[in-house]
């Protein structure tokens, strides 16, 4: 099993920083691609951003340029730093992983963690 355990969130001004790390951990053979989603009250998950295990990124157009995705794939970590937010980046963040769990039968899932609430507001 893999477990998907996230931190950073809370309250913040609009303009104001803040930095979500999710760790990894389990029984798991490799770690493929990872990546930040949201959901807002009412709206459907989106994708925040999203890296692969060498180090390729990508963005909702929304993010690009105030958000940076980055990992630490020794320690199965991914990182958001949220730049600039606004309130309309408040929502539940949710960090997601591809993890290969059983490397002889070739088992690949997908696993999410139970988010982290970020809150924009005056």
């Known amino acids: 099993q893999v477990q998907l355990v996230e931190s950073g969130g809370g309250l913040v001004q609009p303009g104001g920083s803040l930095r979500l790390s999710c760790a990894a951990s389990g029984n798991f053979f490799e770690i493929y691609d990872m990546g930040w989603y949201r959901q807002a009250p009412g709206k459907q998950r989106e994708l925040v951003a999203s890296?692969?295990?060498?180090?390729?990124?990508n963005y909702a157009a929304s993010m690009k340029g105030r958000f940076t995705i980055s990992r630490d794939h020794a320690r199965n970590t991914v990182y958001l730093q949220m730049n600039t937010l606004k309130v309309e980046d408040t929502a539940v963040y949710y960090c997601k992983a591809n993890v290969e769990v059983r490397g002889w039968a070739k088992l690949i899932n997908d696993f999410w963690g139970q988010g982290t609430q970020v809150t924009v507001s005056s």
């Open positions: 890296i692969t295990s060498d180090g390729r990124t």
